[in-house]
Every structure is written in structure tokens, then in C-alpha cells.
């Protein structure tokens, strides 16, 4: 199969006129940018050219579902993203970069022991009538202490009715038992204390400049730690259990 990349000038008053494309967004289906009234799109495929009302769309590849009629279109450039921000919050945003008869957004969520989205709250649609040729952001706190791991989506409403639905997005449950390892002070003048949090027990593993392990002790959660004899240089801490979680410690 082969693609060919079809370049189309924009014609004013008889003449070529170069355009820059701004603002370029990606999405999942290529690049797309406004000028003007111009909204374009860039993929691989056949080119598509269509005017509704004063707007002229120019597609490079069919990434958006087009009708024969001047129908709405569903909102494009549409990128959304989740995340914790602390144990019972989790923050939302989402862009846009073209609404044409956009109602809104509806936010769902389904946790883990959950078998269907159910509707959170309903967002209206920042654009004037919904119609806009300008990216706009969106924002929303979710109150989400749930331990396990959440989905969420967002519905897309047309004034029409119709509707169509994001990416789904993934947040993992409260950080309430997260790991934490913390040496105090530093740089230290020969002794040190070592607190750990977020397990049982464990083992605290201390290693030189040169990658030896010098020193191993066991630990428990919530209990200081101290190290004491250690030879001025620079260490290396971190627990047998969770060797990612590292902390280094220069004794002087």
C-alpha cells in the first residue's frame, strides 16, 4: 500500500498566500491546527475538503467521522489526563482544540470493583454555543479515597445528542502506603538516625563510594534507626526489600 502526502495551498483573492499553522497539537491521529477559520488535519490517507457554514475544514487522512451534510462534528484534539494528587483528590484536565456544537462533558468513573461507569458531573462547554476555532482547557477535581485503582473517562455531548467518549484513564488507589525511607542529618559529623515508613519490618542495607555493602541492620516501621562508627566519605542507603527506594548520606 502506498501514501501519498497531498499539499494544499490556501487561495486569497486570486493569489497563494503561505500559511503557519498555530497552534500544532497532536493527537491520536496525526497533528491538527487552526488558522482562522481553517481548521486542519494531518494523516496518512486522502485528502478531504468541506465547508459547513463559514468554516472550511481541510483533512489530511479522515481522522474525525464526516457526514455528507453539515452536521455537527465531534470536538477534536480532545486530550485528557488523571492523576492523584493526594489521598482522597484526583485532579482532571482535559483540552480541546476545536468544538463545533459541543454541549459538554460529562466525567465517569469506575473503580476496580465496580462493572460500570457512573456519571460524576456534567461540564458545560467553555465555547461560545458551543462553537470554537481556539484550544480550549478544562478542569475538574474528583474526591476519590478509594484504595484500589480508578478509571476514568470523559462523554462527549453534542447539542445534537450525540456523543462520543475519551481515552480511558488509570489512578492507581491512595498513597497512604507508600514506602518511605529518610536519614537524618546530612551531611552528617560520624552518627545518623534512619526512619523508615510504609512496612513492618525490614533490612537496612548501607553501601560505600565503591558499590560494598559496609553495614546491615534490621528495621522497623516508625523506629529511628541509629548508624554510628562509618568512616567519612559518601554512602549509599537503602532497604533489601525495596532497592529502588535509595538515599545517600555523606559523613564528614
Known amino acids: 500500500m502506498k501514501y501519498f ?21 497532536s493527537n491520536n491521529g496525526g497533528q491538527a491546527g487552526v488558522v482562522g ?12 475538503v ?5 468554516n472550511t475544514f481541510i483533512t489530511q487522512g479522515l481522522l474525525q467521522p464526516i457526514s455528507a451534510t453539515p452536521a455537527s462534528l465531534p470536538v477534536t484534539g480532545l486530550q485528557f489526563t488523571a492523576r492523584r494528587i493526594s489521598e482522597d483528590k484526583v485532579q482532571l484536565n482535559w483540552r480541546t482544540v476545536q468544538e463545533i456544537n459541543n454541549h459538554g462533558f460529562s466525567i465517569e ?29 478544562y478542569d475538574a477535581v474528583d474526591i476519590n479515597n478509594f484504595k484500589g485503582i480508578s478509571y476514568y473517562r470523559l462523554k462527549q455531548t453534542d447539542t445534537d445528542g450525540k456523543s462520543a467518549y475519551s481515552i480511558v ?25 534512619v526512619t523508615v515508613g510504609g512496612i513492618d519490618k525490614g533490612i537496612l542495607q548501607l553501601f560505600d563510594a ?6 546491615q541492620v534490621p528495621i522497623t516501621n516508625g523506629t529511628q534507626q541509629k548508624i554510628t562508627g562509618i568512616s567519612p566519605g559518601t554512602y549509599m542507603i ?5 532497592k529502588h527506594l535509595v538515599q545517600v548520606v555523606l559523613v564528614q
Open 238 to 242: 537503602r532497604l533489601a526489600e525495596h
Open 5 to 25: 502526502i497531498v499539499l494544499l495551498p490556501v487561495v486569497f483573492s486570486g493569489y497563494v498566500k503561505a500559511q503557519s499553522i498555530m497552534p500544532i497539537t
Open 109 to 137: 468513573r469506575k473503580r476496580e470493583n465496580e462493572n460500570e461507569f457512573t456519571t460524576l458531573n456534567f461540564v458545560r462547554s467553555k465555547a461560545l454555543n458551543g462553537n470554537s476555532h481556539l484550544p480550549l482547557q
Open 37 to 48: 477559520s481553517i481548521h486542519f488535519e494531518f494523516n496518512l490517507g486522502e485528502s478531504f
Open 169 to 193: 484513564c488509570i489512578v492507581n488507589g491512595t498513597p497512604s502506603d507508600r514506602i518511605t525511607l529518610k536519614a537524618w542529618p546530612i551531611p552528617s559529623r560520624g552518627d545518623f538516625t
Open 210 to 215: 565503591t558499590g560494598r555493602m559496609v553495614r
Open 50 to 54: 468541506t465547508t459547513i457554514g463559514t
